[in-house]
């Protein structure tokens, strides 16, 4: 190139950008900044009071959880008060028959066979002969009888189930193989 020489121009991908002007207010990048952080305080802000809801409503459901816990057995203790109080007053009397007390024992007992039937506590009682059960029978021993092999031949102990699980197995005498 010579200095009389004329420096060669090339086309321009695209327009070029406008001076930004005082007179014609903000740039165009600027009001798009802005609007930018308008919009990020506005995600920000709605993520702080997400955030803010979730820890609330874990903490609403732990104290809910340590409520229960602290008062599951609050409905079982009160089902049972009825039994201690037929308990009670059977130990105040002091000169009753042994008609009486045994009249005041099986009205104890219905007493508490409700309690522990409102609060889902059944009893496993197998009738004999019908086939052992280890999910919900615990087999003593097993001995020679008349009857199918691996059938229950006597109940020592009856079981009991709270809600469909197993609280105590019915301890059984099973039949043994031929």
Request: avoid cysteine.
């Amino acid at each position: 190139m010579t200095p009389n020489d004329e420096p060669q121009q090339y086309p321009s991908a695209g327009p070029e950008p406008a001076e930004p002007t005082s007179a014609a207010g903000p740039a165009p990048e600027a009001a798009r900044l802005a609007e930018l952080q308008a919009k990020h305080a506005e995600v920000s802000d709605a993520f702080l009071r997400a955030k803010a809801e979730t820890e609330n409503t874990r903490r609403r459901a732990e104290e809910e959880i340590a409520k229960a816990r602290k008062f599951a057995l609050e409905s079982f203790a009160e089902s049972l008060l009825p039994v201690l109080d037929s308990l009670e007053a059977a130990t105040a009397i002091s000169n009753a028959t042994t008609e009486q007390m045994l009249q005041g024992v099986h009205a104890t007992l219905k007493l508490l066979t409700q309690a522990l039937e409102r609060n889902r506590v059944v009893e496993i009682n197998p009738p004999v002969g019908t086939r052992f059960d280890p999910h919900q029978q615990q087999a003593i021993s097993v001995v020679p009888a008349e009857q199918e092999a691996n059938t229950i031949v006597s109940v020592l102990q009856k079981g009991y189930l709270i809600a469909d699980r197993v609280l105590r197995p019915a301890l059984v005498i099973v039949a043994a193989s031929r």
